[in-house]
């Protein structure tokens, strides 16, 4: 499977933004995909992810209520928005698929996208 994440830019604090993620191959309702983020100089972080078949989200604390995750199964398409955009929320994203159906750890993931830049200014 191949990933593909889209739709990072430019955002004021507060504002809004739609990460995607198009996914090439097939997925099976066992795996999960979700979104991490990496900050200059930190670790790659868990944000949020989904259980591909029955639809199940799981939040970091730091985003939940502010991010949504959620897919497209017929398209393998995943997304990700983001309101009430903060400056904490500056990173790169990346999207990924646990074959295992790991949902937090980074190890758990088997397959990764690009990353895209989201850039919050306050």
């Known amino acids: 499977v191949q990933l593909q994440a889209s739709g990072g830019g430019l955002v004021q604090a507060g504002g809004s933004l739609r990460l995607s993620c198009a996914a090439s191959?097939?997925?099976?309702?066992?795996?999960?995909m979700g979104w991490f983020r990496q900050a200059p100089g930190k670790e790659r972080e868990f944000v949020a992810c989904?259980?591909?078949?029955?639809?199940?989200?799981y939040y970091a604390d730091s985003v939940k209520g502010r991010f949504t995750i959620s897919r497209e199964q017929g398209k393998r398409m995943l997304y990700l928005e983001m309101d009430s955009l903060i400056s904490e929320d500056t990173a790169v994203y990346y999207c990924?698929?646990?074959?295992?159906?790991?949902?937090?750890?980074?190890?758990?993931?088997?397959?990764w996208g690009q990353g895209t830049l989201v850039t919050v200014s306050s």
């Open positions: 990924g698929l646990s074959r295992r159906g790991g949902l937090r750890l980074v190890a758990d993931y088997n397959e």
């Open positions: 191959g097939s997925i099976f309702s066992s795996h999960v």
């Open positions: 989904i259980r591909w078949g029955v639809g199940r989200t």
